[in-house]
């Protein structure tokens, strides 16, 4: 039997059809986000690349990535980037070819985070909390208000290392500054080779 809408009821029918029938919009593939609450720790096991890691306003971590021109198709397609939340812990990993990629990361402002990554470039921005990095090259800077922090310990074994925001800039070899404040929170952060500036937020 063949049935014919007619009138406003058939084109009202017609319409809910149509839209019944059009697919959702697709989801951001270059985007990750997990809900989680200020205060937690969240540890970032990055592969080589360039990142941004700075502070947001809302109550998630979100990872966004975009492909370089230099990027390959295969590249985009092997890499994995993964967040996972755990009660008050978050984890990051992101894995596979990421040096044609530049990758956003956005914590809540008040975030330890634990970071260790091979190469490449990082800027850490924004964020209040202890902080335990290690990276082996490349060029690592951390923003930093010196009233929040408790102690400061940085390191760079073959390169420059500028902590002018704490009063001390050294280059060569084997380079180490401790600094000792009247805040809360530990800093931690190692660099084999390249160049760790800790700039004073403002």
Known sequence: MTHVFTGSIGILVLGSLALA????????????????????????????????????????????????????????????????????????????????????????????????????????????GHKDIRMTAGELKIGVRRETLASAHASVTFGDLDARALGISKSGIKRTLDWFGGGDYELDARLGAGDLTLAEIR
Do not use: C, N
Not at 40 to 48: C, I, N, W, Y
Not at 99 to 109: G, K, P, S, T
């Open 21 to 128: 029938q059009t697919p959702p919009p697709e989801a951001d593939p270059f985007t990750v986000e997990r809900a989680f609450k200020e205060g937690g720790k969240v540890a970032l096991q990055l592969a080589s690349g360039d990142y941004t890691v700075r502070a947001g306003a809302s109550d998630r971590i979100l990872v966004r990535w975009t492909p370089d021109r230099h990027a390959r198709l295969q590249d985009v397609q092997d890499l994995r980037v993964s967040v996972r939340v755990t009660g008050s812990t978050g984890t990051v990993v992101t894995s596979g070819k990421a040096v044609h990629m530049d990758f956003l990361i956005v914590l809540l402002a008040r975030s330890d985070v634990h970071l260790r990554m091979r190469a490449g470039e990082i800027t850490l921005q924004g964020i209040d």
